[in-house]
């Protein structure tokens, strides 16, 4: 990540070991992330509280030169998005985001499940069923914490 927003540290993976995980990549200019995406992430926060960790992956792959960190913090700002983003880090200028690539990401909006275990479980991409999103993280949520090595 080159930037972090509404956390006052940057977050990894191995931060979060235990605990499920919800990556919802984004750009602030997708009509799909706007419309879906976010307010998916929102509901899933709100519905799995203390459950659940969100966090927004900031992914441009297109139209660099609009996504500022400026706009990005008025984008925060008017869509209530309070939990941490991460702004994805580019390899080339304007080439494929690092972390998008790393996770095989298609577009945005995509929905990343990952257990307690720090594993991949769900993978999905663009308008998802939210009744199938929640049933996923519920089961999820129900497995057993990983034991210690």
Known sequence: MTR???TDQPISLADLAGEVVV?????MLCPGCVNHGIPLAQH??????????????HTVFERHEA??????????????VRFPMGVDAHEQPGG???????FQLRG???????????RIRH???GQTDELAVGAALAR?????????A
């Open 23 to 27: 990556l919802e990549a984004l750009q």
């Open 108 to 118: 945005t909006p995509s929905l990343v499940m990952i257990d307690r275990a720090g």
């Open 96 to 102: 494929m985001p690092v972390t998008m690539a790393r």
């Open 140 to 148: 999820l949520i129900d497995e057993p914490r990983p034991t210690p």
């Open 4 to 6: 972090w927003f509404n």
């Open 44 to 57: 899933i926060d709100r519905t799995f509280e203390g459950a659940v960790r969100v966090i927004v992956l």
């Open 67 to 80: 996504m500022t960190p400026v706009s990005l913090e008025a984008f925060l700002h008017e869509y209530r």
């Open 123 to 125: 993978h999905l991409f």
